[in-house]
């Protein structure tokens, strides 16, 4: 049997129980995720998956969007707003977003 070593992680709890839900279906251990995942960035000399930030909804141009394609953006805009999607900024955060796009 190989020789193993302690590796301690501090980890958001939420975050362990919904991986250790995931993995117990998958019948894998978290040590046995984690050792997968060190194994991968060995072989890969990288991280396994992409890093980036996410992208930023396209934007709004009523030069370039047929009314329809208008109309569906305001539809999804609005269903947003009522399920919560959209978070709540001041008014000098959103001129300094519009300056910085």
Known sequence: ?????????????????????????????????VTMFL???????????????????????LDTMSHDELITKLEKSHNDFLNGKNKSITLEEFIKQRKDN
């Open 1 to 33: 049997m190989e020789k193993s070593t302690t590796l301690n992680l501090k980890i958001n709890p939420e975050v362990k129980e919904n991986a250790e839900k995931i993995l117990s279906q998958l019948g894998i251990s978290m040590s046995c995720a």
């Open 39 to 61: 194994n991968q960035v060995i072989l890969t000399e990288s991280i396994p998956f992409p890093i980036a930030l996410p992208q930023p909804p396209s934007r709004v141009s």
